[in-house]
């Protein structure tokens, strides 16, 4: 029975300790419930929930969106919705100024298993990077190792990111603006050495959403002082693009999110995808 047809549920009246200090509002019950429910089609779409189960590695940041996540996550396990178990990790990048208390205080009053690790990733991206070059690629690449590394340590099978609709959408126009491809941001990948998956649970989830969501929940954002100092990033025009277009024609981007899973080859002009000579 997959994860959305599974019919025990909850009253939301309470949940896990993550929710507790949850606003007794209507709204804020429909957020969550919208929150949940796309977070649960999105684990059926994409077959993220192994058959036994398994153990999962949620990469926490700090930003609203790993917060939104693991909550969400455990929501769905206190409905008995998630066979599986979480481990809440957080790679403190050695950022000066991170406030290195905040996340394993949190983590500890709300009884989350977790870990947290030390790497200077910080030293290595500011001194390879050019002045005036942007941060993400490499900061990107040197966090992706140290989880697949945390995850295998932990016995995990997957390793659980925060990522959202907008992030997709993002990354789908700056692929075919500036890298010449139609490509977006997988909901599930399998990693070239075939042994763990990466997972979006949050990808149908839209951005303000998840943000009216972690500041009901008041949870302790911590800023990314390293690529969130950088102006002017291609990324950020796009979501003002994107933004505006939201603005003046409401429902677009969910258009456009279900674009990415009704694609045409035949209509396209990727000839290593359709066999034009057999037309």
């Known amino acids: 029975m997959s994860v959305a047809e599974n ?16 606003p007794d ?43 939104a996540l693991l909550a969400v996550l455990s929501d769905l396990k206190w409905r008995g919705l998630l066979p599986v178990d979480l481990v809440a990790c957080n790679l403190d990048q050695g950022q000066p100024g991170f406030p290195k208390h905040v996340l394993p205080e949190f983590l500890s009053a709300h009884g989350v298993e977790h870990r ?13 990077v050019p002045e005036g070059g942007t941060y993400c ?22 390793i659980v990111l925060g990522h959202h609709r907008e992030d997709i959408l993002e990354t789908f126009f700056l692929n075919l603006m500036y890298g010449g491809r139609l490509a977006a941001m997988p909901a599930k990948l399998r990693n070239d050495d075939g042994d763990l998956t990466v997972l979006r ?17 008041e949870f302790p954002i911590i800023p990314c002082d390293l690529c969130g100092s950088q102006d002017g990033l291609k990324r950020n ?41 057999a037309v």
């Open 7 to 22: 019919i025990e549920e909850h009253d939301d009246n309470g949940g896990p300790s993550l929710l507790r200090a949850a």
């Open 25 to 67: 509002s209507v709204s804020f019950r429909k957020l969550r419930k919208r929150l949940v429910r796309n977070v649960r089609q999105a684990l059926d779409d994409f077959a993220m929930v192994p058959q036994n189960g398994g153990k999962w590695l949620v990469c926490l940041s700090g930003g609203k969106d790993s917060y």
């Open 116 to 128: 947290i690790e030390y790497r200077d990733t910080y030293s290595i991206v500011t001194e390879k």
């Open 137 to 158: 690629a490499l900061c990107s690449r040197l966090r992706r190792a140290n989880l697949y590394r945390i995850a295998r340590e932990e016995g995990c099978s997957s």
């Open 201 to 217: 649970p949050l990808a149908y989830c839209a951005e303000d959403d998840i943000a009216k969501f972690s500041s009901a929940l």
């Open 237 to 277: 025009q796009i979501k003002s693009m994107l933004d505006a277009m939201e603005t003046r024609q409401p429902g677009r981007k969910d258009t456009m999110l279900k674009a990415l899973s009704n694609s045409r080859p035949s209509h396209l002009l990727d000839r290593a995808l359709f066999d034009f000579s």
